[in-house]
């Protein structure tokens, strides 16, 4: 699956973003979506995810009640809803999948405690920069 990361920009604290994740190619499967960032001279961190269906979701601390991550499974989208941005926000964000298959003998995914770990997502957006200004 190729992952497209778009809605980047420079905004004030306090102001909103919209970020979205367009998945193409083998959409047909499943998988566990999620938002990580990095920041210069950082490493690059958790910050949400959403599992196949869109019923769980996960976020870091950092993040909790000022981002919502949702998807659109018709439209293989995903999309980070970020409020009360604030200056340690800038980085640049990349959505990342990891498959959940989906068998007739069950279901085979990473477990929900792994969501907040990069190397566990085999497919990578290119990123996208987000700038917050004081």
């Known amino acids: 699956v190729q992952l497209q990361a778009s809605g980047g920009g420079l905004v004030q604290a306090g102001d909103s973003l919209r970020l979205s994740c367009a998945a193409s190619?083998?959409?047909?499967?499943?998988?566990?979506m999620g938002w990580f960032r990095q920041a210069p001279g950082k490493e690059r961190e958790f910050a949400a995810a959403?599992?196949?269906?869109?019923?769980?979701?996960y976020y870091a601390d950092s993040v909790k009640g000022r981002f919502t991550i949702s998807r659109d499974n018709a439209k293989n989208t995903v999309n980070l809803q970020m409020n009360s941005l604030v200056p340690e926000d800038t980085a640049v964000y990349y959505c990342?999948?990891?498959?959940?298959?989906?068998?007739?003998?069950?279901?085979?995914?990473?477990?929900?405690?792994?969501?907040?770990?990069?190397?566990?997502?085999?497919?990578w957006g290119q990123g996208t920069q987000v700038t917050v200004s004081s």
């Open positions: 990342a999948a990891t498959p959940h298959w989906r068998t007739s003998g069950g279901d085979y995914c990473i477990p929900r405690r792994f969501y907040n770990n990069w190397s566990r997502y085999a497919y």
């Open positions: 190619g083998r959409t047909s499967s499943s998988y566990i």
């Open positions: 959403i599992n196949w269906s869109g019923g769980d979701t």
